[in-house]
């Protein structure tokens, strides 16, 4: 079955600085890609999903960006942190060609400060 | 387009009592319906699903859902809450290959 890697678990960043959060993916070949953010209090909001190597969609605009370097691995940057970009990043996957069962990284808290 | 209502961000029940957690969606397609679950500090894990057939669900942890389509619900139950319950539950909704929308999350606290 699938493993996910997210790195780091927490990070406190100040505002305007730059951001790199990525997630690996062991036990499939090209699997669906996701980035989420949980806000506190809220609901997880889809960031962006990828199908395939540099094959990736914005579900919201906004201050970040991601990338697909490789199959296996994604990539949220941002080049200049908001204090609105502070909450808790979700990486998932799903595979066999299937949005539905994704499996979920353990996690990154970012803090803006 | 999709959209899934989870009513009550926060429910608290006793430790044996019975735990309902309720979620109405919205879908111009036949859903796919799910329940996920996040525990303190972690990712999320799927709890249970449902695609086609059986309209009763059953999942892992004793929790089981039903999906009724006359109310567009899929509401969350589990007979006997117990302390490590205790988490956060995410409705989502999805149509088949379409991604996964979810709600806005309701936290589940069990008091002895």
């Known amino acids: 079955s699938q493993t996910i890697h997210q790195w780091p678990a927490t990070l406190v960043q100040p505002v305007g600085s730059p951001l790199s959060l990525e997630c690996t993916v062991e036990?499939?070949?090209?699997?669906?890609l996701y980035w989420y953010r949980q806000a506190a209090g809220r609901g997880l909001q889809l960031l962006f999903y990828?199908?395939?190597?540099?094959?990736i969609s914005s579900e919201v605009p906004q201050n970040l960006s991601a990338s697909r370097p490789q199959d296996r691995q994604f990539i949220l940057s941002s080049k200049k942190l908001l204090l609105s970009d502070s909450g808790f990043y979700l990486c998932?996957?799903?595979?066999?060609?299937?949005?539905?069962?994704?499996?979920f990284g353990s996690g990154t808290q970012l803090s803006v400060l | 387009a999709q959209s899934v209502t989870q009513l009550g961000s926060h429910v608290s029940v006793s430790e044996g009592a019975l735990v309902l957690l309720r979620c109405n969606y919205s879908?111009?397609?036949?859903?796919?319906l799910f329940w996920y679950v996040q525990y303190p500090n972690q990712g999320l894990q799927l709890l249970l699903k449902?695609?086609?057939?059986?309209?009763l669900v059953k999942g892992i942890n004793g929790f089981e859902a039903e999906f009724k389509k006359s109310e567009t619900s899929f509401h969350l139950t589990k007979p006997s809450a117990h302390m490590s319950d205790a988490a956060e539950y995410f409705c989502?909704?999805?149509?088949?290959?379409?991604?996964?929308?979810f709600g806005q999350g309701t936290e589940l606290s069990v008091k002895p």
């Open positions: 998932a996957c799903s595979s066999g060609g299937s949005h539905e069962k994704l499996f």
């Open positions: 036990g499939t070949s090209n699997p669906n």
């Open positions: 990828s199908i395939g190597i540099d094959q």
């Open positions: 879908s111009s397609v036949p859903p796919y």
């Open positions: 449902y695609t086609t057939g059986a309209t």
């Open positions: 989502a909704v999805s149509r088949p290959g379409g991604k996964l929308i």
